[in-house]
């Protein structure tokens, strides 16, 4: 059986075992010359920017793509896990897809796909363009029909720029006559010309790259490579989720809960949020760790970790501001008039094991059995630039 991890989006897998040729078979490879092929696991994300801020300091540490590697060469010892950028452009995803296919032809054994990449779309946006009564609840029985309707937009191409161009002719003369010399009505044609480009951009943008990445997304299922891809936020579909076969993967929080309410499409769940505490040797901070069902480890070395040197005021609050802090948020939105006696706290423990030693035991063990800490209400926080009161989690 083929069972699911999934981080965020951006999942990982626990495929069959890689060792499961014949002993005989092996030997005879071994005996060949030749030594038995690993089956391959490809990761599509963003690989080139560095996204994901791990010693909360605002400063991001790594890639989403090479965090998501990590969990997966953790999951999956025995597997190839190979890299391909889809970011900053679906025309990237295209060319990822491309290669994916010519590995295939080539015999290589891609068993799995990870899409991290998504083209979410709004339900309800989604049952205007293709005309059908598609909801939350009854996606999965159209997926067919939008199959349909995707395909015929390419053919539509060469209206649609010239209905764009048309229209985005009158817009601006609409926008640049006086006011005195405007008829009745002109205010709302104008907004309706704008609302007409945006559909229209879309269309194109549909016809011209969504669209042949879900025929090459098709091809890639059908040759048997398990596709893992995740579901849309919030009432959106990811539009690379409807291929036949895709597994469309909801997000859990640590403690079991769904982030979003899910469409119909999605069958599967995974943690896809994993705490961090820090690592320590004789009491010296090294880096920190995910806690959870993957144990990685992020050494300072290789952190921005641009906590130390502040003042300790910025990195430990007094036990009953700690609880205050947890009261406030179960009671709060996390962005809901934070205090401003929160806004100046942060709470990574980087300096703290150099400034006050004596206190790195009670960080350890009574402080967190005195708030009766969890991965839901962590005792670490940092405020973002929004104003927003966030626990220190990774977040992928």
């Not at 010519?102 to 979410?120: C, F, H, R, T, V």
């Not at 764009?164 to 640049?176: D, F, G, L, S």
């Amino acid at each position: 059986d083929w069972s699911i991890f999934l981080i965020k989006s951006y999942s990982f897998q626990s495929l069959p075992a890689s060792d499961s040729l014949p002993k005989s078979h092996a030997q005879l490879v071994r005996f060949l010359g030749h030594t038995p092929v690993k089956p391959i696991v490809v990761v599509i994300d963003q690989f080139k920017q560095k996204t994901v801020d791990i010693d909360g300091d605002h400063i991001p540490d790594i890639s989403h793509g090479a965090l998501v590697t990590r969990f997966l060469q953790h999951w999956l010892p025995g597997y190839e896990i190979r890299k391909l950028q889809g970011h900053p452009s679906l025309k990237a995803m295209k060319k990822s897809l491309k290669k994916i296919i010519a590995w295939l032809d080539e015999g290589q054994p891609i068993k799995a796909m990870n899409l991290s990449i998504s083209y979410d779309f709004g339900v309800s946006e989604l049952a205007k363009q293709v005309q059908l009564p598609i909801t939350m609840e009854n996606v999965h029985q159209w997926t067919g029909p939008i199959m349909q309707w995707l395909s015929e937009l390419p053919q539509q191409l060469p209206l649609f720029k010239q209905q764009y161009k048309q229209y985005t002719a009158e817009k601006y003369a609409v926008m640049e006559k006086p006011r005195s010399e405007q008829t009745p009505g002109w205010e709302e044609r104008y907004n309706q010309l704008v609302e007409a480009c945006d559909l229209l951009q879309s269309k194109k943008l549909l016809a011209k790259d969504v669209y042949p990445i879900v025929k090459d997304l098709e091809t890639i299922s059908k040759r048997g490579v398990k596709m893992y891809v995740a579901a849309g936020p919030w009432r959106d579909v990811n539009l690379f989720g409807i291929v036949p076969n895709a597994r469309n993967v909801g997000i859990l929080d640590p403690t079991g809960e769904r982030y979003f309410e899910d469409h119909s499409l999605v069958q599967h769940y995974a943690v896809g949020e994993f705490p961090l505490r820090a690592a320590r040797h004789n009491g010296v901070l090294k880096g920190y760790k995910t806690k959870g069902e993957a144990r990685l480890q992020f050494p300072l070395s290789k952190l921005s970790d641009k906590k130390l040197g502040q003042p300790l005021k910025n990195h430990l609050a007094p036990v009953p501001l700690l609880l205050e802090i947890r009261t406030w948020l179960k009671q709060h939105d996390h962005c809901e008039n934070v205090p401003d006696k929160f806004k100046e706290v942060v709470f990574p423990v980087g300096l703290l094991h150099q400034t006050n030693p004596e206190l790195a035991p009670l960080l350890d063990s009574n402080l967190y059995a005195a708030l009766g800490a969890t991965s839901e209400y962590p005792i670490f926080y940092s405020v973002d630039e929004q104003g927003c009161l966030n626990p220190l989690y990774v977040y992928t």
